[in-house]
């Protein structure tokens, strides 16, 4: 028998297997107890006037099979804890040698209209994430978890808390197997697993090295990737000659900087039962280094610039996730990658260049080489019928500056598409906030000397307005959203959830406007 839980629930227990760096997620049972094991409980804060502790449903079942001894030694131990904060306890039942309660703030917090994300389910993450990273610190192999009345978003909280880029290290991370404490939640239990993982997948793509993530090796890895899903998936990786037979100047002019030949990645999900169903087409910047070409970047933190491919990273990532969850659309990912280096064949500032669509481009900041890049690509990606059309880039510091690591900015031509893309952050925590395209910005890029369009505006104030301006020019589609993810490119502290890095943000956000998409759909047929 295995406590805390009747043995015929036990037996009708199961979490889909799911693994990455340093966490793993299994559906088996029968391991072996004596492997090191963990259990994560989850506990909200006291309300006003409440003597007892208030624990999870799990928790109660718990402290009920252990006679109250938790409650009693919880009671003892100090004060109560408070959000994301945890406490261990040793030796309270023969199955999990080590128990760790964690905080989870009020149980009645939910959306929070000022903090525009639900706040419930950010506590669950947190509080997950860090109970999870102390059971790895005692190198504990073997974990259970708490679903706290969310099990996906408790998923996510491991998933996301356990990962570390340690692949060129010998040292490595305890790998932890984890699984779901409980019964009935296992089909949001692997949702959350799903997105964690593609939220991971966009951070490994962003953290490698340059060396080790050129634009082959990143389009190789991606078909690998998406191979392994779906089937209803096509490949295509593009070279210079048909980047050239594109006419897509503006791409190849950054590109040439570099000895690094460039590459147009192009990958099709085919997941609607009605293949003419117009698709949904993400479009990512891959720029996988950028010196800033003759502009050349200070030296400091330019090592950070191995992740400017954080759009491609991200919506191939949301892609491939689609495809996991087997979502009933179309979806196409179009990533221009190269890199932007300075060398005698590179982009000077005051050249002139010809994007895709005819449009004369006068370069005076070769450092501004995403925008160019996209410009080819975003007018590729009209010729799909799009239903929606979506770009993602780290564009522009000024992005960074304006909103720091609290939101992606979105510029968008669609109220509804905001709308839904609002909806899905709030859903999410990884939020999104609206910035303007105002005729203001685009006066500043078309007031050009020597082209039609300018690739920086007139003044420094406004540099991510005046990016997206650009990019404007670019889109006749009446449903476009400009994603600049410069700001939550990298992760300091500032996400509890997410350790020291790049970040993959806002990959689980794509996703889940994805999903409410699909649902959408089905409801209109």
């Not at 028998?1 to 979490?15: E, V, Y």
């Not at 107890?33 to 718990?62: H, N, P, S, V």
């Not at 650009?470 to 990298?490: C, N, P, R, Y």
Request: charged residues 25%; proline residues 5%.
């Amino acid at each position: 028998m295995r406590l805390p839980l009747p043995l015929p629930a036990l037996r009708r227990l199961g979490a889909r297997s799911l693994a990455c760096r340093g966490f793993s997620a299994s559906s088996s049972r029968g391991q072996s107890t004596a492997m090191t094991k963990g259990l994560i409980l989850g506990i909200y804060a006291k309300e006003k006037d409440a003597d007892a502790l208030q624990f999870t449903r799990a928790g109660d079942t718990f402290d009920k099979h252990v006679s109250g001894k938790l409650r009693e030694l919880l009671a003892l131990s100090g004060p109560p804890l408070k959000t994301g904060k945890t406490r261990i306890f040793y030796g309270l039942h023969q199955d999990f040698p080590s128990v760790v309660v964690t905080g989870l703030g009020k149980k009645t917090s939910g959306i929070d209209e000022l903090e525009n994300w639900n706040e419930g389910k950010e506590n669950i993450r947190v509080a997950i994430a860090a109970a999870c990273r102390q059971l790895q610190d005692l190198e504990i192999t073997s974990v259970e978890v708490d679903p706290c009345g969310d099990a996906q978003a408790a998923a996510e909280g491991a998933i996301l808390g356990l990962y570390e880029f340690d692949e060129l290290k010998q040292k490595k991370k305890t790998v932890i197997s984890a699984q779901l404490y409980g019964s009935g939640d296992d089909e949001a239990w692997h949702k959350g697993l799903v997105f964690a993982k593609g939220q991971n997948l966009a951070r490994y793509l962003m953290e490698s090295p340059a060396n080790e993530m050129t634009p082959t090796k990143f389009a190789e890895k991606v078909e690998q990737e998406l191979k392994k899903v779906n089937n209803s998936t096509t490949v295509h990786i593009r070279p210079k000659s048909w980047i050239e037979d594109q006419e897509m100047g503006a791409f190849l002019s950054v590109a040439k900087g570099s000895d690094e030949p460039p590459v147009f990645l192009e990958i099709h999900y085919k997941g609607s039962p009605n293949a003419d169903d117009p698709p949904v087409v993400f479009v990512g910047k891959g720029i996988t280094f950028d010196s800033g070409g003759i502009s050349i970047k200070p030296s400091a933190n330019m090592d950070l610039m191995r992740a400017d491919m954080g759009g491609a990273a991200t919506i191939c990532s949301t892609i491939i996730t689609a495809a996991t969850l087997n979502l009933p659309l179309n979806l196409i990912g179009l990533a221009p990658l190269c890199e932007n280096m300075p060398s005698g064949k590179a982009n000077k500032p005051g050249d002139v260049v010809r994007a895709k669509n005819g449009k004369t481009i006068q370069v005076d900041n070769t450092d501004a080489e995403g925008r160019l890049i996209l410009s080819d690509a975003l007018c590729y990606a009209h010729t799909f019928n799009p239903k929606v059309i979506i770009n993602a880039a780290t564009l522009t510091g000024a992005m960074d500056i304006a909103l720091g690591s609290a939101a992606t900015g979105v510029f968008t031509n669609s109220s509804w598409l905001w709308t839904k893309l609002f909806e899905a952050s709030t859903e999410t925590g990884d939020r999104m906030w609206r910035m303007p395209l105002f005729e203001h910005y685009t006066r500043q890029i078309v007031d050009c000397q020597l082209a039609d369009i300018n690739n920086i505006g007139k003044y420094r104030s406004g540099g991510a307005c005046t990016a997206a301006a650009f990019l404007k020019e670019f889109v006749t589609h009446s449903k476009w959203a400009h994603l600049d993810i410069a700001g939550v490119m990298t992760n300091k502290d500032e996400v509890p959830y997410l350790k020291k890095g790049m970040s993959g943000r806002p990959t689980r956000t794509l996703v889940e406007f994805l999903v409410r998409m699909s649902k959408d759909n089905e409801n209109s047929q």
